[in-house]
Nanobody
Framework: QVQLVESGGGLVQAGGSLRLSCVAS????????MGWYRQAPGKQRDLVAT???????NYADSVKGRFTISRDNGKTSVYLQMNSLKPEDTAVYYC???????????????WGQGTQVTVSS
């Protein structure tokens, strides 16, 4: 079994900062790409940022220059530093990880339960 557990969401004023964390645990052989999506009420889930095992990153245009994604040396945790937050950043943020559970097994996508980020104006 694999679990992704997120933390760090909350309520912040516009212009403030939050740091989200996500830890993968369980029966894991290898964690490949990790990242964050977000979903605002009534909208689809959109990509926020991704990071590869070698540290390559990709960001949505709406967060470039404000958000920074990183991961730990053990590569089972991913973080999202969010600065200069705007009300339009309000959403449930979900982390994901592409995980292989054995050497010969397939790679599957696993999701966290989501953490609420609310930015007040």
């Amino acid at each position: 079994q694999v679990q992704l557990v997120e933390s760090g969401g909350g309520l912040v004023q516009a212009g403030g900062s939050l740091r989200l964390s996500c830890v993968a645990s369980g029966n894991i052989f290898r964690v490949n790409d990790m990242g964050w999506y977000r979903q605002a009420p009534g909208k689809q889930r959109d990509l926020v940022a991704t990071i590869t095992t070698s540290g390559g990153t990709n960001y949505a245009d709406s967060v470039k220059g404000r958000f920074t994604i990183s991961r730990d040396n053990g590569k089972t945790s991913v973080y999202l530093q969010m600065n200069s937050l705007k009300p339009e950043d309000t959403a449930v943020y979900y982390c994901y990880a592409n995980i292989r559970r054995s050497y010969y097994g397939p790679e599957n996508v696993y999701w966290g339960q989501g953490t609420q980020v609310t930015v007040s104006s």
